[in-house]
């Protein structure tokens, strides 16, 4: 991919995520909703899942330093996005 095509595909891959990420949970909750493992109240299962999105994009941010210094923006973003919707 070259640099310059970058501004144009951002919208793109969030509209991408959002529907990609609403589907799945969707699914998932569907599968295990009577589960007792899953907070009953959707402002505490929101605290969770975005605890856990953040534990996963530290992690990533990690690994990138260590491996692959030039991607470490892709954590970052992840990171910047999931504090910025909490």
């Known amino acids: 991919m070259n640099p310059e095509e ?40 929101d605290t969770l899942l975005n605890a856990f999105l953040l534990q996963k994009a530290v992690y990533e941010l990690g690994y990138e330093l260590n491996n692959r210094p030039d991607w470490v923006m892709i954590p970052v973003r992840g990171i910047r996005y999931i504090l910025k919707e909490t």
């Open 6 to 45: 970058i501004p144009f595909l951002e919208p793109w891959v969030k509209v991408w995520y959002h529907y990609i990420s609403t589907i799945y949970l969707q699914s998932y909750l569907e599968t295990v909703k009577d589960a007792p493992f899953l907070p009953e109240k959707e402002e505490d299962f």
